[in-house]
């Protein structure tokens, strides 16, 4: 499902980094249930979800 204003991961993880399509970090948080991506334009973004056992990838939508 793509998010809107609110991006939520579950499982533990240390921080994520929010890069847009072109590789440019867009937005970083530390650890957090919900993160706010209302400031995110539509599109397609890219996860780096930091862990204890690594750093994950994943992508994701804003559709507002």
Not at 3 to 11: R, V
Not at 52 to 60: A, R, T, V
């Amino acid at each position: 499902n793509p998010a809107q204003d609110l991006l939520t991961i579950d499982g533990t993880y240390t921080a994520v980094d929010i890069f847009d399509m072109f590789g440019k970090l867009v937005l970083s948080s530390e650890y957090n249930k919900n993160i706010n991506v209302s400031s995110l334009a539509n599109g397609i973004y890219t996860l780096n979800i930091t862990t204890e056992k690594g750093i994950h990838n994943q992508k994701i939508t804003i559709s507002k």
